[in-house]
Structure formats: structure tokens, C-alpha cells
């Protein structure tokens, strides 16, 4: 019997670089299957993964032509939350499952939406640029113009699983919550002292919008330039979710204009940005290279569960 063979693409995104696939293997060397790196240019990567038996998509888009081309494949396997790299609806329509990790880090994301909200609002890189250059006298009358963050109130667009973390963590604080998500039951929200809202209440009503929607056709530009509008001066708009739920070129507008105070971001519509994104040389922008999901526990645990994901595939219909 051949072996039970896995595609994978070579220095796929979210990964470390050089970090070995020793997690994974805990569930695939019992199965005796191997691992196959393939170029991630989509003719190259057909020609490798056609008779695979799996394929470890690690961030790389896994498109309709390349599924069609799969003969023995029998799961896909993204090791992310989202699984918008990866067209589901060709796979279904195959017969081949794709697999996420939804639960893998909610702690991580949940204290990096935090951190952003925290850092919007105290001002932390205009600060920490004020001391380096010699302008320490200046720090304490900017943040004279900042309220006290007891009172305000935080707005959740989507309601999820990271979105009730950070409410967890946004509760001591004395934040006041609501939260608009068609898909969750009010129960729920109440259970986490969160008020349910319509979206325009959310953005009207809140100093903090937290973005937490996933990465899907139906909320593919959520928030354009009207719900923006409809936002506070004073509000920070923070996003851990998906770029692609905002229309980046409508938030930096609102950032231009003044329609909303700053925006602290974990993900943009494009990945990395390119060298002329407005927002690079912006002052009251936040940003971070869609790491919030990273820690110390983010690649082990992550993984040992893509392992055995992996592995189920070498299980007979």
C-alpha cells in the first residue's frame, strides 16, 4: 500500500518559517504518511498535489482549479480560522471536507483586540514617539483631551467566540457594551452583560467598534463609507477579524476627514500593505501585521490539531 501523502505549500503564510511539522506528526507518523512541500505558484503546486491524499493549505488560496485537479484528496486542512483562502463550495460539491481551527487561540485574539483598543485610546505610538523625539512636555496635554475610559462604551460587530472574550476582558473596566449579530441569540449577549443593538445603534452609540466578523461573501465590505458617517468623532474603530469586511479606501477617507478618531488594525484588506497605503504614514492608526492569534501555545496546539485533522483522512469511507 503506498503511503498516505500530504501537500502542503513551502513558506505558506501564518507558519514559521523553518518551524518543522514535528506537531502534525504526532498523529500522521503512526498512519505512516509523509509530507510533501510543493512550490506555491497554483501550476506547480497541481502538478504536486494531484494524487495527494490531503492537502495542508496553510494560508495558500486553494481554488476551484485546483481542487477540480485533486483525484485522490479526501480533506483540506487550513490550520486557521477562516476559511476563506480555500473555495468550500468546490470541495463540497466534490465531496472533499475542509477543516478550520476555530477555537485554537480565541485567548490570544481576544487580548490583541483588547491591547488595540487600549493603545487607540491612550494614544500609545503618538506617546511613545513623543518621548523619542524630544518631545516629552507634550504627552500629558494630548491625553488632557482624552475622557476617562470608565463609562465609555464598546460596540461589538459580530458576537462570536473572540467577541465574548474580549467582553470578558473589557467588563472590569467598566465599559458599557452592545453588540449587533443577527446569528446570536440575545440570551447570550445578556449572559455576558453586552446589550444587544442594530448595527447603526452600535455605531452610533459607541466610543469603541470592535469588528469581529469573518470573512465571508455576504459581509465582504460591511462597513463602507456610510456607516463611518454614521460613527462618533471621538470613536476608535478596531478590526481582528478580516480586512475584507471593511472598505479599507471608506475607513481611511473617515480617517482623513475626521469622521472617526482612529483606528487601530490587526488586518487589512490587503496583506501586507502596499509601500503607498495612506494609513502607513497616518498618525491615528494602529497597526499590526495580523498576528493576533500569536503566542507561544499558537503553533503547538494549533498543530497537534491540524495532525489528526490530517490524519482522519486516511480513515475508509
Known sequence: MSKFRVVTPKGASFT???????????????????????????????????????????????????????????????????????????????????????????????????????????????????VRTGRWAEGRPALLKIPRLMGQTLGFISFGRVARAVAKRAAPFGLRMMAYDPFIQETLMYDHGVIPATLSEVLSQSDFVSMHAPARPEVHHMLTEKHFRQMKKSAIFVNTGRGATVDEEALIKALQEGWIAHAALDVLEKEPPSHNNPMLGMDNVTLTAHVASASARFDEARKRRVGYELSLGSVPN
Not at 486553494?62 to 483525484?71: C, F, G, P, Q, V
Request: net charge negative; aromatic share 6%.
Open 16 to 130: 514559521v518559517a523553518g518551524g518543522g511539522y514535528d506537531y502534525e506528526r504526532e498523529a500522521l507518523d503512526p498512519i505512516g504518511a509523509e509530507i510533501v512541500e510543493a512550490p506555491a505558484n497554483e501550476a506547480e503546486f497541481i502538478a504536486a498535489a494531484k494524487t495527494a491524499d490531503a492537502i495542508y493549505a496553510k494560508g495558500m488560496p486553494i481554488t476551484k482549479t485546483i481542487i477540480d485537479a485533486l483525484e485522490n484528496c479526501r480533506v483540506i486542512t487550513l490550520g486557521s480560522v477562516g476559511v476563506d483562502s480555500v473555495d468550500v463550495k468546490a470541495a463540497t460539491a466534490r465531496g472533499i471536507p475542509v477543516t478550520n481551527v476555530p477555537d485554537t487561540f480565541i485567548e490570544e485574539v481576544a487580548d490583541h483586540a483588547m491591547m488595540l483598543l487600549l493603545a487607540g485610546f491612550r494614544r500609545l505610538i503618538e506617546q511613545d514617539k513623543m
